[in-house]
C-alpha cells in the first residue's frame, strides 16, 4: 500500500457540488456533479480527479458545497449505507464551502462508482446531503496524454509499459509514444503511430500517407521514410518482433493506388545485419478488390487483415508459403454474420482477432486455428455488456474489447474493466501487451480524452 497524502495531483483535490445542507432533509439527494478533465473548460463543479485506488491510505479529498459547519463528517456509501472497505479517518472543516477527508481504500474494496455523504449536526437534527455516485474506484491509471486515443501497447524487454497511439480532435497534438520512465514523446504532428517493438527502439506507423518508421536515436527520435511503389504512399498498421533481441523485423500495412480509391495489403521486411528496411512486398487479393494488412505473427508466417469486396469486409489471414510467398484465405465468418474485420494476431500466430456482424449473429470474434490448419470463428460471450471489437490478442487467449477483457483458457467469460470516469463517459480498452500484465485504452468524451492503462 502507499500512502497518499500530499502525493500526485490525484491525490490533491477531488471536488463535488452540494446544496446547502442547511436546506437538506435528513436524506437528501443531489444532483451528480460535471467531472471535468484536465485541460477542459471550466464550470460547475470539478473532480481533479474524483477516483482512487484499492490499497490508497491517507488519500486527502476535498469535498467543496456550501453549509458546513465544524460538526461535519464525510462519509462514503453504496446502496445509501457507509461502505466498510472506505474508511474516513477524519473530516476535517475548513469552510463552510469546504471540508477536507482523508480516506483509506482496502485492497479488496469494491471497484465501483461511491457516493460521497456529508452529515452535519447531531441526533434528531442530523442532516445529510449526498454526491451520487462522485467518487470512484478503479484499477486504472492515468498516463497525462490528453486529446489522444492508444492503439497499441507493449512490455519492453525490461519490463516497462510503453503504449502507442494517434491524435484526437483539433486539440491532439500528434501521435506518440509513453512509457512510464520519460512519459509522453511526440513522434510526428502529422500522422499516427500503431505499434512498437519490445526492444523499445522502433514504431511504426505514417506521416501524411506516407510509411514511416520512427527510431530510437541517442534519447529522441528520428523518422525513418521506407519504399512505397505509388505516388499516394500508404501507412503501417502493425510490427512483428525477433523472440530475443524484441527489434522490430517485419511491418505490415497497406499501400494506396494512384485512382486513391483502392488500395492494397503490403509487407516490409527488416534485413536484421543491416536494419534497412526492404521494398513493399505487396500481398495477394482478389481482383477488383481493396485490402489491409493490420497484423502479423512474430515470425512473419501469419499476417491478418480484411479484404473488401463489393462494399463488403471479410477477415482474411495471409500465412507464408515454402517458396517465400504468401497465399489468403478469406476467414469464415461466424455463424448468421455475413460480414467480419480482422484486425490482429497472436505473437505466436495461432490466435485472430476481429470482429463479425450480421442479422442473426456478430460481435467481438476470434478465429482459432486447429491441427490441420483452418480456422474456426468463435463469437465471445458479451450480450447485454459493454464489449466492442478485438484488436490484440496474447499467445494465451487473452483479448480486449471495448470495456471488456476475456481469457480464452479461462473459460472466455469477459471481465469488465473498471474505469476513470470523465463527463460520463466509459473507459475503452484498445490493446494488450504480448505478455498480458497490462491493458492500455481512453477514458473521457466530449472536453478531453486521455490515454489509461490497467495492470492485471
Known amino acids: 500500500m502507499t500512502t497518499k497524502t500530499g502525493h500526485r495531483a490525484r491525490a490533491a483535490a477531488c471536488t463535488l457540488l452540494l446544496l446547502s445542507l442547511g436546506a437538506c432533509g435528513s436524506d437528501t439527494v443531489l444532483e451528480p456533479p460535471v467531472h471535468e478533465a484536465k485541460g477542459g473548460p471550466k464550470g460547475g463543479a470539478s473532480a481533479d480527479p474524483s477516483w482512487g485506488h484499492q490499497g490508497d491510505i491517507q488519500l486527502e479529498v476535498r469535498v467543496l458545497g456550501s453549509g458546513f459547519d465544524p460538526s461535519a463528517q464525510a462519509s462514503w456509501e453504496r446502496d445509501g449505507a457507509p461502505d466498510p472497505k472506505v474508511t474516513v479517518r477524519s473530516t476535517r472543516f475548513v469552510s463552510s464551502a469546504e471540508v477536507v477527508a482523508t480516506i483509506d481504500i ?12 456529508v452529515y452535519i449536526g447531531i441526533g434528531d437534527s442530523r442532516k445529510k446531503g449526498v454526491g451520487i455516485e462522485a467518487f470512484q474506484v478503479t484499477t486504472a491509471e492515468e498516463t497525462g496524454v490528453i486529446n489522444a486515443r492508444s492503439w497499441a501497447a507493449e512490455t519492453s524487454l525490461s519490463g516497462e509499459l510503453m503504449i502507442v497511439g494517434i491524435p484526437v480532435g483539433p486539440e491532439g497534438e500528434g501521435a506518440f509514444i509513453w512509457t512510464e520512465s520519460r512519459g509522453r514523446e511526440l513522434l510526428t504532428t502529422a500522422g499516427g503511430a500503431w505499434d512498437v ?7 511504426v506507423g505514417g506521416i ?36 530475443l533481441t524484441g527489434e522490430a523485423r517485419f511491418a505490415v500495412g497497406r499501400q494506396r493506388w494512384p485512382d486513391r480509391k483502392t488500395f492494397e495489403a503490403a509487407l516490409w521486411v527488416r534485413d536484421p545485419a543491416s536494419g534497412a528496411w526492404g521494398a513493399p512486398l505487396r500481398l495477394p487479393m482478389p481482383g477488383g478488390a481493396k485490402a489491409a494488412a493490420y497484423g502479423v505473427s512474430n515470425d512473419g508466417s501469419v499476417i491478418v487483415g480484411s479484404v473488401w469486396q463489393s462494399n463488403r469486409a471479410n477477415a482474411a489471414v495471409w500465412e507464408g508459403t515454402p517458396s517465400g510467398g504468401y497465399q489468403l484465405t478469406l476467414l469464415p465468418p461466424a455463424p448468421g454474420a455475413s460480414e467480419s474485420t480482422g484486425e490482429g494476431v497472436s505473437p505466436g500466430g495461432g490466435l485472430i482477432v476481429g470482429s463479425s456482424r450480421g442479422r442473426t449473429s456478430g460481435g467481438p470474434t476470434v478465429w482459432e486455428r486447429g491441427s490441420d490448419g483452418s480456422w474456426t470463428p468463435r463469437v465471445l460471450p458479451g450480450d447485454g455488456l459493454p464489449c466492442g471489437g478485438l484488436q490484440q490478442a496474447t499467445d494465451r487467449g487473452e483479448v480486449v474489447g471495448g470495456q471488456c477483457v476475456w481469457d480464452l ?11 476513470l470516469d470523465v ?20 477514458a473521457g468524451g466530449r472536453s478531453a480524452i486521455e490515454v489509461v492503462y490497467w495492470r492485471r
Open 106 to 117: 482496502a485492497a479488496d474494496a469494491q471497484v465501483d462508482l461511491y457516493d460521497v455523504a
Open 208 to 243: 501524411e500517407q506516407r510509411p514511416h518508421v520512427f527510431q530510437r536515436e541517442g534519447s529522441g527520435w528520428i523518422a525513418v521514410p521506407l519504399a512505397y511503389d505509388y505516388p499516394d504512399g500508404g501507412t503501417l498498421f502493425a510490427l512483428g518482433d525477433d523472440p
Open 409 to 419: 483458457s479461462a473459460g472466455g467469460d469477459p471481465q469488465i474493466l473498471s474505469g
Open 197 to 203: 517493438d519490445r526492444a523499445g527502439t522502433t514504431v
Open 423 to 442: 463527463n460520463g463517459e466509459k473507459p475503452i480498452a484498445y490493446a494488450i501487451t504480448s505478455d498480458g500484465r497490462f491493458v492500455a485504452g481512453t
